[in-house]
């Protein structure tokens, strides 16, 4: 990077020492000469090119949520959550897309990492990240969402957080790889195997069970995300995707693909991720995130500076697949309206909702609530707590914040 | 080169490319691309960690909870709390009748429904900082003792390859499947 700026003054003394007394007045005061509308930085050359891009120094407060419970002694176990209320659209910049990992992100070297598919299949293979890059492509767009997001919205009192540090353990991303049935047909997948188990190459060596009928149908070996090479955090140099069900499933760092008769019944899909209810008894299995939505502005922590015209602007997404309609409410769910919706024919991806909003400077109450192509609507909070016991899992309930007759924004259980 | 002859190259350049295309079957084919390369049995036994409820790929090897003591309070300790209570990472004993509580508490003994799943999770990631380190002596061991901390065996039970399998968890039969998915 200084060797960069060194080499642009230089290219910039040298400009002066040619051009002489033109270059001396372009770096001189604004106005000094025309008494024309120009900022200083209207009257200096820029900076040069970089190799990666960053984005402007302005925008640094815009950043990832960290939640590392273990703090120091893990500071790669737990999450980062996108900061949804500072994004539009419906893709999340891959630079903040939301994190959840269990032992930190492996330094992998891609020519050393390899991907084994073994088990119940007629020849086991073994493929190496270079030869996976030749296969021919897929790409699609589609959320990831963790099982967990938005259990910070069963805390006994609202959290008055933004959006994004309660709901942002999710993001969007367009994927490019290869459909996995093509390396479960190469391998020659036994016709009774009916689970795959996915592992990574982390220190956890995360590992969870697969239904063969998804590996089938729309389940990615991702070697791309937004146009580039993974991050690292996000799987380098290979990961799973498997569209719209839960995060963990999507297993990064993929090395090792198992074909077997049944579920592994693995930490993460026993101890973890089920959902407990009631009477004791725990759901096992739940794999696609529920019909969901919430409002990312206004949002919580947010102030409206007087009364007036306002875009209800949020997310919805379904891992069952399209969103069909998201209807908005200011009044506590008693009124309700159809949002405009974009991106609305991609199934299993984030769908960006925006409704023009008048607000008469008294108190409101803001929810969204979602309904996908299968019907399934998004339930209301109380309903959705009433099916289980303690459960951090799969949270799905509809979102309110309140408007208060000062224009703030704080998020209350409603 | 004359305007005729360099047509003519360029007409024989072309019948060339297609026939090329033809014999090669690079272009419109459906020939699927195959780049893996077989594995041998020996191989695939270093990379199968995975250990299903029925045991299977279980190592050679065993040990009792007395043993695992040892191992548990010089590398699981620091972070799972004398016998498995807990903090800063999960608590490994305990909770036994909470879970159709309003506080349920969800550890080894009152929740995990296979013995197998903590063998498999001790071997490939635990400890946090040095996974892979402990002998398959010292993961039976330490699963041992997680499971006499629990009352589920003895102290001198030896859990290997034929009884860790056998072993009944507590909360085997506390989970109800949810795939296929329900409506909701």
């Known amino acids: 990077m200084d060797e960069t700026k060194d080499s642009r003054r230089r290219f910039l003394a040298q400009s002066a020492a040619l051009v002489g007394g033109a270059a001396s007045a372009a770096v001189s005061p604004p106005g000094a000469a025309q008494e024309l509308a120009a900022q200083p930085w209207e009257h200096v050359y820029g900076a040069g090119f970089t190799r990666y891009g960053q984005p402007s120094k302005y925008e640094a407060p815009v950043g990832r949520y960290l939640v590392q419970p273990y703090g120091e002694l893990a500071p790669g176990s737990g999450a980062a959550f996108a900061p949804l209320e500072s994004l539009e659209g419906i893709i999340t910049p891959s630079s903040l897309h939301n994190i959840r990992s269990h032992s930190g992100t492996p330094d992998i070297d891609p020519k050393q990492h390899r991907l084994l598919i073994h088990g119940m299949v007629a020849r086991p293979l073994m493929f190496t990240v270079e030869s996976l890059l030749q296969y021919p492509m897929t790409t699609r767009t589609h959320f990831l969402e963790c099982s967990g997001n938005s259990n910070r919205a069963l805390t006994p009192q609202p959290a008055q957080l933004p959006v994004g540090a309660i709901h942002g353990n999710m993001s969007c991303s367009e994927w490019t790889g290869i459909p996995l049935r093509v390396l479960l047909e190469e391998a020659g997948l036994d016709a009774s195997a009916k689970w795959l188990l996915a592992e990574g190459a982390d220190s956890a060596h995360m590992s969870r069970s697969i239904p063969i009928e998804k590996a089938l149908d729309d389940a990615l070996i991702a070697l791309y995300q937004n146009g580039e090479r993974l991050r690292p955090e996000q799987g380098y140099p290979v990961r799973l995707l498997l569209p719209g069900w839960e995060g963990n499933m999507n297993v990064k760092w993929l090395r090792r693909i198992k074909a077997t008769d049944g579920p592994t019944h693995t930490k993460d899909e026993t101890s973890k991720y089920t959902d407990l209810r009631p009477d004791g008894k725990a759901l096992q299995f739940t794999f696609e995130m529920g019909v969901k939505s919430v409002i990312t502005k206004p949002s919580s922590t947010m102030t409206l500076p007087r009364p007036g015209r306002y875009e209800v602007s949020g997310l919805a997404w379904s891992g069952a697949g399209r969103i069909r309609q998201v209807e908005v409410s200011t009044d506590g769910g008693a009124n309700w309206t159809a949002a405009t919706l974009i991106g609305e024919e991609r199934p299993r991806a984030f769908v960006r909702f925006r409704l023009p909003w008048e607000w008469n400077g008294k108190p409101a109450v803001l929810q969204s609530r979602a309904t996908d192509e299968k019907g399934r609507v998004q339930p209301a909070r109380k309903d959705w707590l009433a099916q289980y016991s303690a459960n951090p899992y799969h949270n799905h309930s509809i979102v309110s914040w309140a408007v208060g007759a000062d224009g703030k924004v704080t998020h209350v259980y409603a | ?184």
């Open chain 2, 1 to 184: 080169m004359s305007t005729r002859s360099l047509a003519a190259s360029v007409l024989v350049l072309t019948l060339m490319g297609c026939a090329g295309v033809m014999q090669s079957g690079q272009t419109g084919t459906s020939k699927p691309q195959a780049l893996g390369t077989p594995v041998g049995a020996a191989e695939i036994a270093r990379w199968d960690i995975s250990i299903p409820p029925s045991g299977a790929g279980l190592p050679a090897g065993g040990g009792t909870a007395r043993q695992g003591q040892q191992v548990y309070e010089q590398k699981c300790m620091a972070c799972h709390g004398a016998k498995g209570a807990g903090k800063p990472a999960d608590a490994l004993a305990g909770g036994a009748g909470t879970l159709a509580s309003k506080t349920p508490v969800r550890t080894v003994g009152s929740y995990w429904p296979y013995a197998t799943t903590l063998f498999d999770y001790v071997r490939r990631a635990m400890p946090i900082t040095n996974p892979l380190s402990l002998t398959n002596d010292e993961v039976y061991a330490v699963t041992a003792y997680v499971l006499a901390l629990n009352g589920i065996v003895g102290e001198d039970a030896v859990m290997n390859a034929q009884s860790l399998p056998q072993v009944k968890m507590p909360n085997r039969d506390g989970f109800v499947s949810d795939w296929p998915p329900r409506e909701r």
